[in-house]
């Protein structure tokens, strides 16, 4: 019988357990959208926050959410049964840890990840799935009438935009402290964050090596909040900030940091941006690109998915390490390592040619 196949003439005991099996990972697969969701309510009324002294009842947490009590009982149920919240009896949950990557106030937070990814832009942009493998491309254009970054540009979405930019702070936190790790600054004294957002990756950098001077180069409705979280890190002073278009010009350095910047485009953009930092490079010029590299197909490989979304929400992809060469070979660069960085993501670490 083929397998999966729900048909009971055919159907020895061993087939009715992996049809049901299957049919459970189907229906998880399907109700995807509904656990986003979940997590997202867990994260937007701040429960673990709420949580985070201590166990508490529903209604408690309720009064702190300004909730509706028997809606949040259902909610912490829900979330203890995906393993976010532990159930200690009498209606009063705890945090577990994976509860506590939602607080906001944690190293590793991965709470505005949860709340973009379920926010207007993204949100509307995957009903039109299926179109964008129709027709080969991203549908903010259908969903939200302009490109993502057109769309966090406006003043009207800024509060969106710096979710966005916190939420890639997030994802930063999971790969900063490897790639720090990894990264030899041996040489360099300037460093640019190409679309460095917030400048997580950068800033670590120069926490950890004081002879560095640090850039982002980012958009302008970005690089105020680069600004904030350096000051806040003490490190203005060996700090700037600035507002560019990385497809025009890049600024001089001995580092490039390319961090989830040639997942958003396509390969002619993606070449575009790679030779402007290699034309800006100076003698022995270095990069660091930090993707997900999609590896053997056919193994559970979450960089995949995060390709779907590339797919769905901009003009770029997650690619494989043959396809990255490709993109280093047509722009002046050659790659000398390649490094686990945390979180899923590689560090592939370049040298101009
Ligand atoms: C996926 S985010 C990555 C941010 C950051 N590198 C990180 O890993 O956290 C892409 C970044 O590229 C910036 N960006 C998009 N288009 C740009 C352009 N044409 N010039 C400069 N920055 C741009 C966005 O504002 C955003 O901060």
Avoid at 99 to 122: E, F, M
Avoid at 166 to 184: E, F, H, P, R, Y
């Amino acid at each position: 019988m083929l397998e999966g196949s729900n048909d009971p003439s055919y159907t020895t005991p061993d087939d009715a357990m992996r049809a049901a099996a299957d049919a459970g990972a189907v229906l998880h697969m399907i109700t995807g959208a509904w656990v986003s969701q979940t997590t997202r309510a867990i994260a937007m009324l701040r429960i673990p926050d709420h949580l985070a002294a201590g166990a508490e009842t529903a209604e408690d947490v309720a009064k702190r959410a300004a909730s509706e009590p028997r809606a949040t009982y259902r909610l912490m149920r829900a979330a203890a049964s995906l393993g976010l919240l532990g159930y200690e009896g009498d209606r009063r949950f705890g945090l577990t840890g994976r509860g506590q990557l939602l607080r906001s106030d944690v190293p590793g937070s991965l709470r505005a990840l949860a709340l973009i990814q379920t926010a207007h832009a993204h949100w509307q942009s995957w009903e039109h799935f299926p179109d964008a493998v129709r027709q080969g491309g991203s549908q903010t254009k259908a969903a939200l009438g302009m490109d993502l970054f057109e769309y966090f540009a406006l003043p009207e979405n800024a509060e969106e935009a710096a979710l966005f930019a916190a939420a890639m702070g997030d994802l930063s936190g999971l790969v900063s402290q490897g790639a720090v790790a990894i990264v030899d600054t041996g040489g360099v004294s300037t460093v640019v964050d190409v679309g460095g957002a917030h400048g997580d990756f950068v800033l670590g950098l120069m926490r950890a090596n004081p002879q560095l001077r640090g850039q982002v180069l980012d958009l302008p409705h970005v690089v105020e909040g680069a600004r904030r979280e350096a000051a806040k890190a003490g490190l203005s002073d060996r700090f700037t900030a600035v507002a560019g278009d990385f497809l025009e010009e890049v600024p001089a350095a001995d580092l490039y940091l390319l961090k989830m910047i040639m997942h958003d485009w396509d390969d002619e953009r993606c070449v575009t941006i790679l030779r402007n930092c290699r034309s800006a490079a100076g003698p022995g010029g270095r990069a660091l690109v930090v993707e997900m590299v999609i590896g053997e197909i056919g193994k559970p490989d979450f960089s995949t998915r995060v390709d779907m979304n590339m797919l769905n929400v901009t003009r770029g992809m997650e690619r494989d390490v043959d396809e990255y060469d490709a993109l280093f070979a047509a722009s002046g660069w050659r790659r000398t390592a390649t490094d686990p960085a945390g979180g899923g993501y590689s560090i592939l670490q370049l040298e101009a040619v």
